[in-house]
C-alpha cells in the first residue's frame, strides 16, 4: 500500500511551521501511542500501532530541515537510498543508516530518559524492552523516579470526594481529624485491590462551607495501575449553630427583646463561641438595629484576623393582652412620644434597605 503524505499524516499543509509541525506531533503521539490502547480490542490495538509508527516517521522527516527539504522536492522517491522503510531493522526506520525507533522519537519529543538502547533496542517487534513500557523511571504516586511523564494529565485514576463536617467552634480553633476512607491501590504488576486507610485531615482557622481540601495520590489507583492514581478531595460543610449565623468573618445572632426592655432599656444575654456574655440594651431602641461585639467572631483564613459579633434586635410586640396591660398601652396611643415621625420612618427604612442589599 502507498505511503500517505507526511504532511497528510500530521493533519497539516505543506509550508507548516516547525511549531505547527511540534504540536501536531505531540496532539497525535498522545493519541495514539499504544499504552493508551492497552484495554482495546486487537484490531484497535494494531491500528494504533500502525499509526503511531506513521507518525513518527513522519515527524522525524519533518522535523529534519535537511530531509524535509528532500522530501518537499522529491517526495517519498527522494528518500529511497538515502533511507527506506525498515530496510534490515526490525520494525523501526533506517534514516541515512540510523536505525530510528518510534518509540525513541516520543521519548526524545517529551523528555523522557532514554537510557541504552541494547542489543534488541527498543524495537517495536524486538524481543527487547517493551515499546509499551514507557513509564519506567518516571515519577509515580509513591515512586521517586524522575522526568516527565506525558500521560499524567489523562491516564489517572479517579478522585475520591468525602465530605468533613465541622462546627462553628472548629472554624474558630482549626481542626484535625482522623478520617477512614476505602480506595484502589496497584501493586507492582499492575493488580488492583481494594484497602482502607485513615488520613489525617488538618484545617485551619476559618474555613469556610464550600471550601475543598486536595490531598493529591490519595485516590484511586488507575485503571491497570498504569497511569497516577486519583487525588482524595475533602470537601467542607458546616454544621448549622443553633444560635448563630456565620456572615464570612462575622457572626449574627436575633435578639429578640420584649416591648418594655426596648422601651426602657435593660440587660440581655448574649451567646458568643467563647460562652454566654451580658450586654446593656439602650432604651429606645428600635427593632431591626444592631449591635455589635467587636472580636467576637470567627478569624479570617486570609488575614488571620477576627471578625464581630453583630446583635441584630427584634422586638416581641404581645399578640394577647389582659385587660389592665390593654388599657395602659391604651393610655399611650395619643402619646406624643410614641408615635412615629418622618425621621423615625426613614431611618427605619434606611436600616432594612441595608439588609437587603447586603444580601445581594
Request: proline fraction near 5%.
Amino acid at each position: 500500500m502507498a505511503k500517505r503524505d507526511y504532511y497528510e499524516v500530521l493533519g497539516l499543509q505543506k509550508g507548516a511551521s516547525a511549531e505547527d509541525i511540534k504540536k501536531a506531533y505531540r496532539k497525535l503521539a498522545l493519541k495514539w501511542h499504544p499504552d493508551k490502547w492497552q484495554q482495546a480490542s486487537e484490531a484497535e490495538k494494531k491500528t494504533a500501532e500502525q499509526n503511531f509508527k506513521e507518525i513518527g516517521e513522519a515527524y522525524a522527516v519533518l522535523s529534519d530541515d535537511q530531509k524535509r527539504a528532500r522530501y518537499d522536492q522529491f517526495g517519498h522517491a527522494g528518500m529511497n537510498g538515502g533511507f527506506g522503510g525498515g530496510g534490515g531493522s526490525t520494525g523501526g526506520f533506517d534514516f541515512n543508516g540510523m536505525d530510528i525507533d518510534p518509540f525513541e522519537i516520543f521519548r526524545q519529543f517529551f523528555g523522557g530518559a532514554a537510557g541504552g538502547r541494547g542489543a534488541g533496542g527498543w524495537s517495536y517487534t524486538t524481543g527487547g524492552r517493551s515499546p509499551f513500557d514507557i513509564f519506567e523511571g518516571f515519577t509515580q504516586a509513591g515512586g521517586s523516579g524522575g522526568g516527565f511523564n506525558p500521560f499524567q494529565q489523562e491516564v489517572k485514576g479517579q478522585d475520591i470526594n468525602i465530605t468533613l463536617r465541622v462546627s462553628l467552634d472548629d472554624v474558630m480553633n482549626g481542626i484535625e481529624k482522623k478520617v477512614k476512607y476505602k480506595h484502589s491501590v496497584a501493586d507492582s504488576t499492575g493488580t488492583v485491590r481494594q484497602t482502607e486507610d485513615v488520613i489525617t485531615i488538618r484545617l485551619p482557622k476559618g474555613v469556610m462551607e464550600g471550601q475543598k481540601f486536595m490531598s493529591k495520590g490519595k485516590g484511586n489507583a488507575a485503571p491497570g495501575g498504569r497511569g497516577v492514581p486519583g487525588d482524595l478531595v475533602v470537601n467542607i460543610e458546616e454544621i448549622p449553630h443553633p444560635e448563630l449565623l456565620r456572615d464570612h468573618e462575622d457572626l449574627v445572632y436575633n435578639c429578640l427583646i420584649s416591648f418594655p426592655t426596648a422601651t426602657l432599656g435593660g440587660p440581655v444575654e448574649i451567646p458568643t463561641l467563647n460562652g454566654r456574655v451580658r450586654i446593656n440594651v439602650p432604651a429606645g431602641t428600635q427593632p431591626g438595629k444592631m449591635l455589635r461585639l467587636k472580636g467576637k467572631g470567627l478569624p479570617s483564613k486570609d488575614t488571620g484576623l477576627i471578625g464581630d459579633l453583630i446583635v441584630n434586635i427584634l422586638v416581641y410586640v404581645p399578640e394577647k393582652l389582659n385587660s389592665d396591660e390593654r388599657k395602659a398601652i391604651e393610655k399611650l396611643t395619643n402619646s406624643k412620644n410614641c408615635t412615629p415621625t418622618e425621621e423615625n420612618r426613614q431611618s427605619l427604612f434606611s436600616r432594612i434597605k441595608y439588609f437587603f442589599t447586603k444580601q445581594e
